[in-house]
C-alpha cells in the first residue's frame, strides 16, 4: 500500500461541541436551549428517547478526556462555547457558566492541548427563539453582544475563534425540510434565517477585530468559520437543467459562505434568483453591504462528510409550495454508510481542495470535521476483550487522509485535520444511536470510555504524519 506523509506542522486533533458533550443542561446557571425545549416537549423525537440533558457526560469527566487526546498523540480539539450557558437573559456574562469554560481551557493548556473555540453549534437560547430567533435582527445583534462578550472574557487564553458551525444547517433543517424543532417547511423564512446568520457572523467579526485593533485579544489569535462544504456534483453528462441545479445547490449551500467569508458579499447569481425569480424578500437594511463586508475571516474549517449529487428536479415545487432547485441524483457507483445513509467518497476533500486553490487561492482551510457513525457498534466487540473492532473506521480516516495529503502535494492550502467525535458523543436527534468515536462511551457503566481498535491506529498516524 502506498505511504502518503503530511507535512510536519500538520496538525491533528479532534472536533466536538458543546451541546453534544458536556450535559449539565440546567445546572450552574445555565439557560434553555432549544435541544433542551425540543426534548422537554416532545422527547419521542429522540433516537430510544435520549434528550440533550446529559452529552456524553464530558464535565465529568474532562479530565480523563484530555488526556485521552493527548495520549492518543493530539495536538488541537475544537468545541463550543454554549451561549445558553455563558450568557444570562440580560445579556451579561454568568459568572459559573464563564469559570467553567476557564477552567476547561486551563485544563487543556496543562495537557497540553490547543483549544478551538466555536461560538455556535445549532443551539439558540430559547428565550431569543421566543422572539424570533434568527428571524429577528435583534437577535443578531444579541449574537454579537454574546460573541464580543466571549472575546473580551478568553481573549487571552483563546487563539482559534470561529463565529459558526455549519450556518447552513438551521434554515435547511429546522425551517425549510422540517426535520429539527420547530419542524417548519418554509422556505422563505429559510432564506431569512440564512440571510441574518450572515449578518450575525459578519457583526461578530466586526466585533472581534475591535477588539482585536484594542488590544483584547492576543496578538497570535485568528478568526474563521467552520461549514459543511460538500463538493456539488452532477451527472457526468449534464442538461442545461441539470447543470442550473447545480449553480443554486452550490450556491446556497457552498459559494454563499465562501464568498461571504472571503470577499465580504453574498453570490449575486443565487440573491438574484431568491429575489428576482422567486420573490422570496430578505430581511435587508441600508447599509447590509458594509455589515457583510466586515465578515472576511482568516482562514476557515470545512467540515467534510459526504458529497452533494444533485440534477434537475421532476418539478418546480414540493408538496408546502416551496421551490425545488434539485433532485438527489443516484451516482451509480456510489459506496453508502448505511448506517447514516450518507455516501462515502473520500476524493471530494480533495476536490474540496481544488476549489479553494482555483476560486479562493489566498484562502488557508482545515478538515474540521470527518468522521464515520457506525449503528449498533457493540455487535462488533472482540468476544475476549470487549473492544469494538472498527477497522471501517480505520479505512474511512486512512482514505481521506491520503487525498488531504495528495491535494497538499497538489497545491492546496490545508494545514490540519480535526477529526469529528474522537470520543462517543450525543447526536442530536439520533442521541447515541450511530457512534462516530475512537474512544466507546459505554452508557450502561457511567459513561465509561474505552478506545476501540482504531485508536492505536490513530495514535500512530497523529505522531508520525505518515498514513499507511
Ligand atoms: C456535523 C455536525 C456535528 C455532528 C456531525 C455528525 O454536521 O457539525 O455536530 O453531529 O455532523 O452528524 P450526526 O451527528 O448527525 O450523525
Redesign the pocket.
Known amino acids: 500500500m502506498a505511504q502518503y506523509e503530511l507535512p510536519q506542522n500538520f496538525f491533528f486533533g479532534a472536533a466536538m ?1 458543546g451541546p ?1 458533550t458536556e450535559g449539565g443542561w440546567n445546572t450552574g446557571g445555565k439557560l434553555e436551549n432549544l435541544w433542551d425545549t425540543w426534548s422537554n416537549e416532545d422527547i419521542s423525537s429522540f433516537y430510544n428517547r435520549v434528550g440533550s440533558y446529559v452529552g456524553n457526560d464530558f464535565m465529568h469527566h474532562y479530565k480523563e478526556d484530555l488526556a485521552l487526546l493527548k495520549d492518543l498523540g493530539l495536538d488541537s480539539y475544537r468545541t463550543s462555547i454554549q451561549w445558553s450557558r455563558l450568557i444570562d437573559q440580560d445579556g451579561n456574562i454568568n459568572p459559573e457558566g464563564a469559570a467553567w469554560y476557564h477552567e476547561l481551557f486551563r485544563a487543556s493548556r496543562e495537557a497540553g492541548l490547543e483549544v478551538f473555540v466555536n461560538l455556535y ?1 445549532f443551539d439558540m437560547p430559547t428565550y431569543l427563539f421566543r422572539r424570533g430567533g434568527w428571524q429577528n435582527r435583534e437577535v443578531c445583534e444579541a449574537y454579537a453582544n454574546y460573541a464580543a462578550k466571549a472575546f473580551e472574557e478568553f481573549g487571552q487564553e483563546i487563539r482559534y475563534w470561529f463565529t459558526f ?2 450556518p447552513i ?1 438551521e434554515p435547511e433543517q429546522r425551517y425549510w425540510h422540517g426535520v429539527w424543532y420547530p419542524r417548519h417547511h418554509n422556505f422563505q423564512e429559510a432564506c431569512e434565517v440564512q440571510y441574518n446568520i450572515s449578518i450575525a457572523h459578519a457583526l461578530a467579526v466586526s466585533r472581534y477585530r475591535e477588539l482585536y485593533r484594542a488590544g483584547k485579544i492576543r496578538e497570535d489569535a485568528r478568526i474563521g468559520m467552520i461549514c ?1 462544504f460538500s463538493p456539488s456534483y452532477t451527472k457526468d453528462d449534464p442538461s442545461e437543467a441539470d447543470l442550473e441545479a447545480l449553480r443554486m445547490n452550490d450556491g446556497l449551500t457552498n459559494r454563499w459562505w465562501l464568498d461571504l467569508v472571503t470577499r465580504g458579499k453574498l453570490p449575486a447569481d443565487v440573491i438574484k434568483t431568491l429575489v428576482d425569480d422567486l420573490g422570496i424578500v430578505l430581511p435587508q437594511r441600508p447599509y447590509d453591504e458594509a455589515v457583510l463586508a466586515g465578515g472576511v475571516v482568516d482562514w476557515i474549517g470545512c ?1 467534510y ?1 459526504q458529497p452533494s449529487r444533485v440534477q434537475a428536479p421532476s418539478k418546480t415545487h414540493d408538496e408546502w409550495g416551496n421551490p425545488l432547485f434539485a433532485e438527489p441524483y443516484i451516482w451509480p457507483e456510489r459506496v453508502m454508510n448505511e448506517s ?1 445513509g450518507w455516501e462515502i467518497y473520500p476524493k471530494g476533500i480533495y476536490d474540496f481542495g481544488m476549489k479553494c486553490k482555483n476560486e479562493y487561492p489566498e484562502l488557508e482551510w482545515f478538515v474540521s ?1 470527518n ?1 464515520i ?1 457506525i449503528e449498533r457498534e457493540y455487535l462488533n466487540k472482540d468476544p475476549e476483550t470487549q473492544q469494538v473492532m472498527d477497522d471501517y473506521r480505520i479505512d474511512f480516516v486512512r482514505d481521506h487522509l491520503t487525498w488531504v495529503a495528495r491535494a497538499i502535494a497538489d497545491g492546496a492550502r490545508c494545514v490540519g485535520y480535526h477529526y ?2 474522537l470520543i462517543d458523543n450525543w ?2 436527534a ?1 442521541a447515541f444511536k ?1 457512534r ?1 468515536g475512537f474512544v466507546e462511551v459505554d452508557l450502561m457503566e457511567n459513561y465509561e470510555r474505552r478506545p476501540k481498535k482504531s485508536a492505536t491506529w490513530l495514535k500512530q498516524v497523529a505522531e508520525t504524519h505518515v498514513v499507511a
Open positions: 461541541s453534544q453549534h458551525n455549519e444547517v459543511n467540515n462528510y447514516r470535521e468522521g457513525g469529528w467525535g447526536s442530536w439520533n450511530n462516530y
